[in-house]
């Protein structure tokens, strides 16, 4: 098959891979692109590329597929180099498509416009996969080969660096099917000897991770033929709705959460890492009997031992040990069944009246409404536990933990589910990292309440400096008027100054059919009962 130009190739690339918006930024080095995405799909015009690669990752992570962002060479692909980062952390599908000089000029240090050194070098630093097209004839092979790779479980990003003339070329292009490469299957003697502590377990938990959110089915059925009370982590928040009764959730390292660990009798995991947030910097115990499943062969025994590791595909393997599960000692499920009751009951009593916000939340958002939570302390200490997620879709946060990605990815979310609010969490310092997505949110108009939790600067290192430090460092910012803000960028304005203000301002921005800019005054609304420090070490605490 042949192409006028690259574009035409990149738009039917981007149509097999299911794509119908692909976020960017316009240069001189993707002009082809751009022009014939903009033309047959939709091309979102983000203000920075980091942006553009957090909207393609929360767009694929809405969808369960992949998104795609297009960047411009040298300055434009290092702006990018961030979120790849965090695609990588997370596992999540990208295709990032970004230019470069033209191919007689590659590699020769002569100062190119927007050439830099060893741009193929920086993307595979921060890329599952990463290549150059060298010919106008294997553009297409790159592409398909990119897009398979950040789809392979464990998932990531994929760049892809094209030389300008060679995206002005006429392209030859023979889609043949790439071979996908099979699933592992675990050892069947670890297998079988996972089998039988399983169906010897009388007092089992199961904690799952972002692996598991690809099978959701395969999990509630072992949920509900064991007993077993269900620990996330915060990947895995969703993969069995969180109001069923044995779903504790991301609840593993608050003290009712380690004393189930230390009173089961077995722990089988699936496709969590154990990152060092959700387990105390790995200080968190667990049963010495651990059945641990993941596709990533370097991640069995990685941070806790296992008992016996299952390198394989989740579901295969959850269908293979669901014959010999045995149902738990009945006092066990009623302990976990009220375990999950205090411990949300605890942690509603400690955010005093934030509360009321979680619960307005939770009232006006149909149950598969995307929630993307920047960090801040409305996400790190409530947003990512107390607030039930019914769907992995909808549960879209930055798990590398890095500040300023929120808002971006809320604008991917919304693009890519059209028809269902997107609420999107974020903090005044988070919000300023990227505040010229205001105006792509003014621009495209999705359907999007944006919560700005105002409290004047980095509330979490401002309360860990309180805490343990005599003075505070650079934690407190200057903050906008934000009601001038969002009348400059043409976005209706609301505010929540006290608790009673929660149900009906969120109702009404929930039913809106656009963007609306939503200012949480912490200073009016009052302070939570306990202030938040994320759970890492201070050596001179």
Not at 253 to 263: K, Q, S, W, Y
């Amino acid at each position: 098959m042949r192409y006028d130009h690259g574009g035409a190739l990149l738009v039917a690339v981007l149509r097999e891979l299911g794509i119908d918006t692909v976020f960017g930024i316009v240069s001189v080095h993707n002009l082809p692109l751009v022009e014939a995405v903009d033309r047959e799909l939709r091309f979102v015009p983000v203000r920075h590329e980091a942006t553009a690669v957090n909207a393609a990752d929360a767009y694929g992570r809405a969808r369960g597929s992949i998104g795609c962002a297009l960047t411009s060479t040298g300055t434009g692909a290092g702006n990018a180099a961030g979120s790849l980062v965090e695609a990588l952390a997370s596992g999540t599908s990208v295709l990032h498509v970004t230019g470069q000089v033209e191919s007689e000029f590659l590699g020769s240090g002569r100062g190119f416009i927007h050439e830099t050194k060893d741009q193929l070098g920086m993307l595979t630093a921060v890329s599952k996969y990463a290549a150059t097209v060298r010919s106008a004839d294997e553009a297409g092979r790159i592409l398909r080969e990119a897009a398979a790779a950040a789809l392979a479980a464990p998932g990531g990003p994929a760049s892809v660096e094209w030389p300008i003339d060679l995206q002005f070329a006429a392209q030859t292009d023979s889609p043949d099917a790439l071979d996908a490469e099979p699933s592992p299957s675990p050892d069947p003697a670890q297998l079988a000897a996972a089998a039988k502590l399983l169906t010897s377990a009388e007092r089992p938990l199961i904690w799952a991770g972002g692996g598991a959110v690809q099978a959701r089915t395969e999990l509630a059925a072992l949920v509900e033929a064991t007993g077993a009370g269900l620990l996330t982590s915060n990947s895995g928040r969703g993969s069995v709705p969180e109001d069923h009764p044995q779903v504790i959730g991301n609840f593993a390292t608050t003290p009712a959460g380690r004393a189930l660990l230390a009173d089961a009798d077995l722990l089988l995991t699936v496709g969590t890492h154990f990152r060092s947030n959700e387990t105390a910097d790995y200080g968190l115990q667990v049963p010495e009997q651990h059945i641990q499943i993941d596709v990533d062969a370097a991640a069995l025994g990685r941070v806790y031992p296992a008992t016996h590791a299952l390198h394989g595909d989740a579901a295969d393997t959850l269908n293979a040990l669901l014959p010999h599960a045995r149902r738990a000692e009945p006092a066990w499920t009623e302990r976990v069944r009220q375990v999950r009751d205090d411990v949300r009951s605890a942690l509603h009593d400690n955010i005093g009246p934030q509360a009321a916000i979680c619960d307005a939340l939770r009232a006006a958002l149909p149950r598969d409404a995307v929630v993307a939570r920047d960090v801040t302390i409305a996400s790190s200490s409530w947003g990512n536990r107390l607030l039930e997620m019914y769907d992995p879709r909808a549960n879209v946060f930055p798990r590398g933990g890095g500040i300023g990605q929120g808002l971006g990815m809320g604008i991917g979310a919304a693009l890519a589910a059209p028809d269902r609010p997107t609420v999107v969490i974020a903090g005044d310092g988070g919000l300023a990292v990227h505040l010229g997505e205001l105006l792509t949110l003014a621009q495209e108009r999705p359907r999007l309440t944006l919560l700005v939790f105002n409290d004047g600067g980095y509330g979490v290192l401002r309360n860990m400096q309180d805490r343990y430090a005599d003075r505070r460092s650079g934690v407190d910012l200057a903050t906008p008027d934000f009601e001038l803000l969002a009348r400059a960028c043409a976005l209706p304005y609301l505010r929540i100054a006290d608790a009673e203000h929660a149900g009906p301002v969120i109702d009404q921005a929930v039913a809106s059919d656009g963007p609306v800019l939503v200012e949480v005054d912490l200073t009016a609304l009052g302070p939570m009962k306990n202030p938040f420090t994320p759970p890492v070490k201070i050596p001179t605490a």
